[in-house]
């Protein structure tokens, strides 16, 4: 299996002239909006957005181009502008441990410097003339709008079947990866066929990547940097909650709803919870849906060229089943 390092540093050339022609994008006339943009470009994740961009780039071209920079550049507009506006919504004041756009600079600064990015990721499509990809990463923004309400309306009457549980994550997390693998596909193919296909395979490995997220939450292990029983607390309903709410005993279901409705805040009640999804074997189910989608995933690369980018793609979602945090 690849390591995380491994997987960077087939990529890292790309990332770093990436990074350069993010700040470009992201360059604007007012001080206030560099000093912001700049502030959020210093925090930046691990950045799998933009490999899995310019891995299936590599994969099916055997190397990047001007477009690809441009789709990896206009996904992470897109993104970062969702994620200031997540911010304002969510009354949140971090951000992956530092303080948020919104808590520095209040909420109209936030929302108007989510509406810059977005602009500018438009602009950045349109001067290029780069409809199909302003298409596919529009599509992915429309998504998780929709996967984000769709969450909402649900949590309120804890009603949520596997079947939902599957469409808002397909639509709040793995259409943005899904985006990622079609733009980059798009950028140096005009096959619609292939483009699809790894649309299909970003929006798998999206899958696989959110369910990870959740068996995380009924971890004991602080060193994920998430708090365990956040979902719970949050009442999220998640895959392994929502397994054993509709596998389990009369006593055990309402324990549950009891804890996640009433309970939600007390540490010992939602240990208890934590404890219950496991013993009824919610983990376990979670987990191998998790394999199997990740199988699927797999699959869908099978007629596309063998090469170093498509070994190291495969690693990256091996990653996504296995990683620690």
């Given at each position: 299996?690849?390591?995380?390092?491994?997987?960077?540093?087939?990529?890292?050339?790309?990332?770093?002239?990436?990074?350069?022609?993010?700040?470009?994008?992201?360059?604007?006339?007012?001080?206030?909006?560099?000093?912001?943009?700049?502030?959020?470009?210093?925090?930046?994740?691990?950045?799998?957005?933009?490999?899995?961009?310019?891995?299936?780039?590599?994969?099916?071209?055997?190397?990047?181009?001007?477009k690809t920079y441009r789709a990896a550049s206009l996904i992470e507009l897109l993104h970062t502008a969702t994620l200031v506006h997540d911010d304002v919504v969510d009354d949140a004041n971090e951000r992956r441990g530092f303080f948020s756009v919104n808590a520095l600079w209040?909420?109209?600064?936030?929302?108007?410097?989510?509406?810059?990015?977005?602009?500018?990721?438009?602009?950045?499509?349109?001067?290029?003339?780069?409809?199909?990809?302003?298409?596919?990463?529009?599509?992915?923004?429309?998504?998780?709008?929709?996967?984000?309400?769709?969450?909402?309306?649900?949590?309120?009457?804890?009603?949520?079947?596997?079947?939902?549980?599957?469409?808002?994550?397909?639509?709040?997390?793995?259409?943005?990866?899904?985006?990622?693998?079609?733009?980059?596909?798009?950028?140096?193919?005009?096959?619609?066929?292939?483009?699809?296909?790894?649309?299909?395979?970003?929006?798998?490995?999206?899958?696989?990547?959110?369910?990870?997220?959740?068996?995380?939450?009924?971890?004991?292990?602080?060193?994920?940097?998430?708090?365990?029983?956040?979902?719970?607390?949050?009442?999220?309903?998640?895959?392994?909650?929502?397994?054993?709410?509709?596998?389990?005993?009369?006593?055990?279901?309402?324990?549950?709803?009891?804890?996640?409705?009433?309970?939600?805040?007390?540490?010992?009640?939602?240990?208890?919870?934590?404890?219950?999804?496991?013993?009824?074997?919610?983990?376990?189910?979670?987990?191998?849906?998790?394999?199997?989608?990740?199988?699927?995933?797999i699959a869908l690369l099978d007629n596309m060229p063998n090469n170093r980018a498509k070994e190291v793609l495969l690693g990256l979602v091996d990653y996504t089943v296995t990683r620690k945090k």
């Amino acid at each position: 299996m690849l390591s995380v390092k491994e997987i960077k540093s087939s990529v890292s050339d790309e990332m770093k002239v990436f990074e350069q022609k993010f700040k470009v994008a992201m360059a604007s006339d007012a001080p206030l909006l560099n000093k912001i943009t700049h502030y959020v470009i210093k925090r930046k994740g691990k950045q799998m957005r933009p490999m899995f961009v310019f891995l299936t780039a590599k994969m099916l071209n055997g190397e990047v181009n001007e477009k690809t920079y441009r789709a990896a550049s206009l996904i992470e507009l897109l993104h970062t502008a969702t994620l200031v506006h997540d911010d304002v919504v969510d009354d949140a004041n971090e951000r992956r441990g530092f303080f948020s756009v919104n808590a520095l600079w209040k909420n109209k600064i936030a929302v108007l410097v989510g509406d810059y990015l977005l602009s500018q990721g438009l602009l950045m499509s349109v001067e290029n003339e780069e409809f199909e990809l302003l298409k596919i990463v529009s599509q992915a923004v429309k998504e998780m709008s929709e996967g984000e309400l769709l969450q909402i309306e649900k949590s309120r009457k804890l009603d949520i079947t596997e079947e939902v549980y599957f469409e808002v994550i397909r639509k709040k997390t793995a259409s943005l990866i899904a985006a990622c693998c079609a733009g980059g596909a798009a950028s140096v193919s005009d096959d619609k066929e292939v483009v699809q296909t790894m649309k299909k395979f970003g929006e798998l490995v999206g899958l696989a990547f959110q369910i990870k997220d959740d068996i995380f939450d009924y971890g004991d292990d602080e060193s994920i940097g998430k708090p365990t029983g956040n979902d719970i607390r949050e009442q999220k309903m998640t895959l392994p909650l929502i397994y054993v709410l509709n596998n389990s005993d009369l006593e055990v279901k309402r324990t549950l709803m009891n804890i996640v409705k009433n309970h939600n805040e007390d540490k010992v009640q939602v240990k208890k919870a934590i404890k219950l999804v496991i013993e009824s074997g919610g983990i376990k189910y979670a987990h191998q849906k998790m394999i199997e989608i990740k199988t699927e995933a797999i699959a869908l690369l099978d007629n596309m060229p063998n090469n170093r980018a498509k070994e190291v793609l495969l690693g990256l979602v091996d990653y996504t089943v296995t990683r620690k945090k």
